[in-house]
């Protein structure tokens, strides 16, 4: 028995043009493309859930072609919005082949449009599949499978049970980063954020030694050390972080990872950040509107947050650490002059980059339902939620306004003049660190 878990290839920005052209060999484009289109570590997962009598083959189509002459028993999928529309070429596809195997989706889009990727396969996991999965072999095995499985019908997934992923299946030559999750779930809530509505809110870890366990696997089959966290907010337990970071520090990696604002707060716990391994945080500010903020999240959690922005960059960058911001144009409050404050906010904070995309209605969020009730969505197929393509009617801005706007801001962060002026900061950054480390 034979199984085929895919994880499908996606497209960057669908037609804007100019900004493609623009982006192509840039910096932002390097860290974009291997920050978010790194392999599926939640296929991975699976494959270590599956029996040893089953072959298990993984395959990235952002790096090698699928094998659509070879046999399988069950193709397994994983697509986000923008990919989706491949993973349906994909399924019908394998639906076409002489002996047509038993096609399966997961990921957020599936489980959202549960009802829509159904036409297209022939088994929809709805939401983390870990403990479903396993129920869903053994009925292959019965030929009693069903057409849906829920995670709601199963115990919620208890994070140190989650088995180390099979990183022996990847191509090494494939990736220069590697992914490692130590937890699931964010108590913020943002409004665009469909990774709330999928993992949920409450916060779920995995212990230190697992994590611990996971980069010394992860390290055996790839070659390089720079780690990426792939935790939508990893620092919120305070409990854990003490532990964690000494374990990390013990590991003797670099690491990236996702934090919200107030990890700037304290910069004792910085220290010990950096110290640990850590070289540059991914930090969504979204918006520097404090409208827009306040239209995110019901609690106006970011909102409150906006005025200590600055100081927060500062306390982090003082301690050595890179900060890469990620915004959102096209919020109501947005207008033409949001590009360039946008573009001064980056470069007078020292931001190692920044990632700024479009505002996009994702299924399951609460953005697409108050979009949805004003008729501002767009009649726009899914293969356009690129996050930089428009796919809503904007109050204020047109869309070649914002497709204008969005090309003008990266100009403005990514070109020498910047760069110099950033290397300059961070050097000095350096020796202030290593002047202060000389006299402890």
């Given at each position: 028995?034979?199984?085929?878990?895919?994880?499908?290839?996606?497209?960057?920005?669908?037609?804007?043009?100019?900004?493609?052209?623009?982006?192509?060999?840039?910096?932002?484009?390097?860290?974009?493309?291997?920050?978010?289109?790194?392999?599926?570590?939640?296929?991975?997962?699976?494959?270590?859930?599956?029996?040893?009598?089953?072959?298990?083959?993984?395959?990235?189509?952002?790096?090698e072609s699928i094998p659509?002459?070879?046999?399988?028993?069950?193709?397994?999928?994983?697509?986000?919005?923008?990919?989706?529309?491949?993973?349906?070429?994909?399924?019908?596809?394998?639906?076409?082949?002489?002996?047509?195997?038993?096609?399966?989706?997961?990921?957020?889009?599936?489980?959202?449009?549960?009802?829509?990727?159904?036409?297209?396969?022939?088994?929809?996991?709805?939401?983390?599949?870990?403990?479903?999965?396993?129920?869903?072999?053994?009925?292959?095995?019965?030929?009693?499978?069903?057409?849906?499985?829920?995670?709601?019908?199963?115990?919620?997934?208890?994070?140190?049970?989650?088995?180390?992923p099979r990183y022996e299946?990847?191509?090494?030559?494939?990736?220069?980063?590697?992914?490692?999750?130590?937890?699931?779930?964010?108590?913020?809530?943002?409004?665009?954020?469909?990774?709330?509505?999928?993992?949920?809110?409450?916060?779920?870890?995995?212990?230190?030694?697992?994590?611990?366990?996971?980069?010394?696997?992860?390290?055996?089959?790839?070659?390089?050390?720079?780690?990426?966290?792939?935790?939508?907010?990893?620092?919120?337990?305070?409990?854990?972080?003490?532990?964690?970071?000494?374990?990390?520090?013990?590991?003797?990696?670099?690491?990236?990872?996702?934090?919200?604002?107030?990890?700037?707060?304290?910069?004792?716990?910085?220290?010990?950040?950096?110290?640990?391994?850590?070289?540059?945080?991914?930090?969504?500010?979204?918006?520097?509107?404090?409208?827009?903020?306040?239209?995110?999240?019901?609690?106006?959690?970011?909102?409150?947050?906006?005025?200590?922005?600055?100081?927060?960059?500062?306390?982090?960058?003082?301690?050595?650490?890179?900060?890469?911001?990620?915004?959102?144009?096209?919020?109501?409050?947005?207008?033409?002059?949001?590009?360039?404050?946008?573009?001064?906010?980056?470069?007078?904070?020292?931001?190692?980059?920044?990632?700024?995309?479009?505002?996009?209605?994702?299924?399951?969020?609460?953005?697409?339902?108050?979009?949805?009730?004003?008729?501002?969505?767009?009649?726009?197929?899914?293969?356009?939620?690129?996050?930089?393509?428009?796919?809503?009617?904007?109050?204020?801005?047109?869309?070649?306004?914002?497709?204008?706007?969005?090309?003008?801001?990266y100009k403005a962060i990514?070109?020498?003049?910047?760069?110099?002026?950033?290397?300059?900061?961070?050097?000095?950054?350096?020796?202030?660190?290593?002047?202060?480390?000389?006299?402890?």
């Open positions: 028995m034979r199984i085929a878990f895919i994880n499908p290839i996606f497209t960057l920005v669908s037609n804007n043009d100019a900004l493609k052209e623009f982006i192509k060999d840039s910096p932002f484009m390097y860290f974009y493309s291997q920050f978010w289109s790194g392999f599926s570590n939640g296929l991975l997962t699976l494959a270590a859930l599956t029996p040893d009598d089953i072959e298990s083959v993984y395959i990235d189509e952002s790096h659509f002459n070879e046999n399988f028993d069950i193709i397994a999928i994983t697509a986000t919005t923008q990919q989706i529309m491949r993973a349906y070429a994909i399924a019908e596809r394998f639906k076409n082949s002489p002996e047509p195997p038993c096609i399966v989706i997961g990921g957020s889009h599936a489980s959202f449009m549960s009802d829509e990727a159904s036409r297209h396969v022939d088994v929809v996991f709805i939401g983390e599949a870990e403990n479903s999965w396993p129920q869903f072999l053994r009925d292959f095995r019965n030929g009693t499978w069903k057409k849906k499985y829920e995670a709601k019908d199963f115990p919620i997934v208890n994070m140190t049970e989650v088995p180390i299946l990847l191509n090494p030559d494939h990736f220069n980063m590697i992914w490692i999750q130590s937890s699931r779930g964010c108590p913020i809530n943002c409004e665009f954020c469909s990774a709330t509505k999928f993992f949920g809110r409450k916060y779920r870890i995995k212990t230190e030694e697992q994590v611990l366990r996971e980069i010394s696997e992860a390290r055996k089959h790839m070659k390089m050390k720079q780690i990426l966290f792939s935790d939508d907010n990893m620092f919120c337990n305070k409990d854990r972080n003490e532990a964690l970071l000494g374990k990390l520090k013990e590991a003797d990696i670099s690491f990236v990872a996702q934090a919200d604002i107030t990890i700037g707060e304290n910069p004792d716990f910085l220290k010990v950040l950096k110290d640990s391994g850590c070289s540059i945080l991914f930090i969504g500010f979204e918006s520097l509107d404090p409208r827009n903020l306040g239209l995110m999240n019901s609690t106006n959690w970011k909102q409150e947050k906006l005025s200590r922005y600055s100081e927060y960059i500062k306390n982090i960058t003082e301690a050595g650490i890179g900060v890469y911001g990620a915004f959102i144009v096209g919020y109501d409050y947005d207008t033409n002059e949001t590009f360039n404050d946008l573009a001064n906010f980056v470069t007078d904070n020292y931001l190692s980059g920044a990632q700024i995309t479009v505002l996009t209605p994702l299924p399951g969020t609460d953005l697409r339902e108050r979009l949805r009730k004003s008729n501002r969505v767009l009649n726009t197929g899914w293969e356009n939620y690129t996050f930089f393509d428009v796919n809503i009617n904007h109050p204020i801005l047109s869309r070649k306004e914002i497709e204008q706007g969005l090309l003008k801001t990514y070109n020498q003049e910047y760069l110099n002026r950033k290397n300059q900061y961070y050097h000095q950054v350096f020796l202030r660190n290593l002047e202060g480390a000389k006299n402890e």
